[in-house]
């Protein structure tokens, strides 16, 4: 039964991978700028997929995940144009650093005790002295003027069909390895060290450890998809990572779908691809939007927006099955009585 019941874990994840690979060939595959916003979308999935696995799972509010996107892709950008190495090594120690930077916080928030406020601020600061980092540094980062990589190749662009393939490919396996540890003992302690860490920790459950192992991996998935971004657009700037770029926006993705849901960073991206398009020229009404959305969906919506409505939709089908049940069952008692 286990096998089974593991096989059956990942049904959602082959639907999910099943439209992504059709989609675009009914849909936009002819179309650059379509075909653009489906790769965004694919771009803040994989960062979201990863942001959901530290704070959705373990509630570790990392709001630094720019700056570990900043940190894959700028690692590649500087290996490959400074050092000479092959593109590939960048992209490989790029996520390596990235998934260290995250293993570090988390472990200076475990060390430290911060709660899931102190910690925000803790990793929003280390986002804005990113930030300046990148400013500051000019010989190696480019400063405000970016810098560019070796061309990727030209069906793997990021206005391209095999561009939209590339990303779709990874959020595939970061949503595995979502799953993986979900069934495994890892998703055990999560959902403990979640719901209630003192009493996870009275359980036995090794809350530091795990909290770790979640921001190592979460913090490598953002930084191999923002090296891999890097490598597609061919260009990066300190905007591109910026807070209000990438942070905010994964913020009310994973919040959106729901904290801790399977496919919910997914769903999320790709109704807010189109939604950040439609705001692309309101200046900072956007940033408003998004932080009032912010609110509304953790006040309202603590579930997320898609699990909220499924459930609602339960709740209502099943009252409506209740009373015709109540109704069948009086005229049977109407039949039987002399």
Avoid: K
Wanted: one cysteine or more; glycine letters at 12%; charged letters at 10%.
């Amino acid at each position: 039964m286990v096998p089974v019941r593991r096989g059956r874990a990942f049904l959602p994840i082959v639907a999910a991978a099943a439209l992504l690979v059709f989609v675009p060939q009914i849909w936009f595959a002819s179309s650059e700028y379509t075909t653009s916003l489906a790769v965004q979308a694919m771009v803040f999935a994989g960062y979201a997929v990863g942001f959901n696995l530290i704070f959705g799972a373990t509630n570790q509010l990392f709001l630094c995940v720019g700056a570990l996107a900043g940190i894959g892709a700028y690692g590649t950008a500087i290996l490959s144009n400074h050092a000479s190495l092959p593109l590939w090594v960048g992209i490989v120690v790029g996520t390596v650093v990235a998934a260290a930077v995250g293993g570090v916080m988390s472990w200076v928030a475990v060390r430290r005790s911060l709660g899931v406020i102190f910690t925000g601020v803790v990793t929003l600061a280390f986002s804005f002295a990113f930030q300046d980092l990148l400013f500051g540094q000019q010989h190696l980062t480019g400063g405000s003027t970016g810098q560019t990589l070796p061309a990727a190749a030209v069906s793997l662009a990021y206005n391209q069909i095999g561009g939209y393939y590339l990303f779709a490919v990874v959020v595939i396996a970061f949503l595995i390895v979502f799953r993986l540890l979900q069934i495994s003992h890892f998703g055990w302690a999560f959902r403990a060290l979640r719901d209630d860490a003192l009493a996870a920790e009275l359980a036995g459950v090794n809350v530091g450890r795990y909290r770790i192992y979640a921001a190592v991996i979460g913090s490598a998935m953002i930084g191999l998809t923002g090296a891999l971004y890097a490598y597609s657009e061919g260009f990066i700037s300190p905007p591109t990572f910026a807070f209000d770029q990438v942070d905010v926006t994964a913020l009310v993705l994973v919040a959106f779908g729901g904290l801790g849901t399977l496919l919910g960073p997914l769903f999320g991206a790709v109704v807010f691809a189109f939604l950040d398009n439609a705001l692309v020229n309101s200046g900072q009404v956007r940033e408003l939007i998004y932080g009032a959305l912010v609110v509304v969906l953790f006040l309202g919506f603590r579930e997320g927006v898609v699990q909220t409505a499924v459930r609602l939709t339960t709740r209502l089908a099943a009252g409506g099955v209740r009373p015709r049940r109540l109704a069948a069952r009086g005229e049977r008692s109407g039949r039987a009585a002399p």
